[in-house]
């Protein structure tokens, strides 16, 4: 074989193809996106022969970068970079939040899109992996500044998304208005109004009931079982909670609600606590006037680093990625850590937590509350027909307690944790429907 002929053998072959990855693919990166790959690696031994087709999991569908240009108040024009990532539509159209912040990586999408795919199998939803997001700090920009900026990033990626395609959602630093403008701006380029384009919209655009508490909700639902599963008792815990907005604001309220004591919260101002319980409430509409916990008047503060070795039972981490590493995973007195944010735990860190007895209820179905109750706004749209709060809220606590329930079996079957299992549940879900599907073309 002359040279020419072998290196076209090689390019050919599948190895001599997929070698040269690139690095935000490389599992050695240990970004958002090298930890979602460790996972992966971690549940390939269970999937049987529906390991063939674990690579499917292990790059994007579709990736897409975007330039967003606006014109600031001054008449100046900025660029932000945006992103939207569908990992995997096997199951159904992409679904996924959309974020906006500083720290914002096309690394971090990808993993973020990835988990999508695997909660929504978790919970059995009929749908993809997807998220977005915009690098930008939206602190730093006016109201008209943010109306601008959603509305062209929409119309960039306009082109992938869809109410059948892939369905935007509120993530970090997003909410119902940023939704409303995103509704909006995809119905005035599709020439008809579209409201199954996004979920957690105002309820007056074809919202749910339900939906804005949803997460937190689903969070403290499965918190609840989990501490049965260890033989804690909730009215009697002490929980700390690490970010006070939509997800740690509402699961705090609700384990409040239930008896526990709140000692210690953290955001991005601060933290505050207090040993015989915040007054949650309280708390709650302080953030709501100051924007952050810092500055509560019925609270001792507490060094940031300390939060982590607060005497409490329950943690909830409901901020950002990577908050419990090997570095204070030592150090945490809880029993039981679910996780209201989206990879909060490296693996490092989830090792540690594992030896050390700490049952950790994985975001992949800790926090499906959210996108289980988009997926009902969803349907509601569809129909044009809607459900009581009552309803809604009765529906998506069945959802989560059967989804859990699952996940514990499986846990127990092959003694692993509740994360490899989760996992174990939802890529098999995915992995049967891309065998069921076969390869196109
Ligand atoms: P949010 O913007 O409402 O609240 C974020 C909270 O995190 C705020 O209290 C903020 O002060 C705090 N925070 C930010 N940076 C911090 C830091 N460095 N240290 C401590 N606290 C910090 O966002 P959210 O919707 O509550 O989302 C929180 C997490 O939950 C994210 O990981 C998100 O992906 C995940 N999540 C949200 C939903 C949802 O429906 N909103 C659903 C599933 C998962």
């Not at 690095?23 to 022969?49: C, E, F, K, M």
């Not at 992938?160 to 005035?188: C, F, H, L, R």
């Not at 804005?212 to 804690?232: D, H, L, P, S, Y």
């Not at 959210?370 to 009902?376: D, I």
């Amino acid at each position: 074989m002359n040279n020419h002929a072998a290196h076209a053998q090689a390019a050919h072959s599948p190895a001599a193809l997929t070698a040269a990855l690139p690095s935000y693919l490389d599992p050695q990166h240990l970004g958002p996106w090298g930890i979602y790959l460790q996972q992966v690696d971690r549940v390939t031994p269970y999937l049987g022969t529906l390991a063939r087709w674990v690579d499917t999991l292990k790059r994007p569908k579709r990736t897409l970068i975007v330039d967003v240009p606006i014109h600031l108040d001054d008449g100046t024009v900025a660029h932000f970079e945006g992103y939207r990532v569908q990992h995997n539509t096997s199951r159904g159209p992409g679904k996924g939040g959309v974020r906006f912040h500083q720290n914002v990586t096309l690394s971090e999408v990808m993993a973020l899109s990835a988990w999508m795919s695997i909660k929504n199998a978790a919970v059995n939803v009929p749908y993809g992996g997807a998220k977005g997001g915009i690098r930008v700090d939206p602190r730093q920009l006016s109201m008209g500044e943010l109306e601008r900026m959603t509305r062209r990033y929409t119309s960039e990626i306009g082109l992938i998304i869809g109410p059948s395609k892939d369905i935007p959602a509120p993530d970090v630093n997003t909410n119902e208005q940023i939704m409303a403008w995103m509704m909006d701006t995809y119905s005035m380029n599709e020439g008809a109004t579209a409201t199954g384009v996004v979920t957690g919209k105002p309820i007056d655009l074809g919202g749910s009931l339900g939906r804005r508490e949803a997460t937190g909700r689903g969070v403290f639902t499965v918190g609840v079982q989990a501490a049965q599963r260890i033989g804690m008792d909730v009215s009697q815990a002490r929980v700390a909670v690490q970010g006070f907005g939509n997800v740690g604001g509402i699961a705090g309220k609700l384990f409040a609600q239930a008896g526990a004591r709140v000692v210690a919260v953290q955001d991005h101002g601060g933290t505050v606590c207090r040993e015989a319980g915040l007054d949650v409430p309280t708390l709650l509409a302080h953030v709501a006037q100051h924007g952050t916990v810092a500055g509560f008047a019925g609270a001792e503060v507490l060094d940031d680093d300390a939060f982590w070795s607060v005497p409490c039972d329950i943690l909830i981490p409901a901020a950002l990625e990577q908050q419990i590493t090997e570095h204070n995973a030592h150090r945490i007195q809880a029993r039981l850590v679910i996780e209201g944010a989206n990879g909060p735990t490296t693996p490092q860190a989830d090792d540690i937590l594992n030896d050390r007895g700490i049952l950790v209820v994985p975001d992949v179905i800790a926090n499906a509350g959210g996108v289980t109750v988009s997926y009902f706004e969803w349907v509601q749209d569809f129909s044009s027909f809607f459900w009581s709060e009552d309803e809604i809220n009765a529906r998506l606590v069945r959802i989560m307690q059967e989804a859990f329930a699952a996940v514990c079996q499986v846990a127990d079957d092959h003694r692993v944790s509740l994360r490899t299992a989760t996992f174990i549940v939802a890529c098999k879900r995915i992995l049967h429907a891309r065998d069921l599907r076969g390869l196109y073309p």
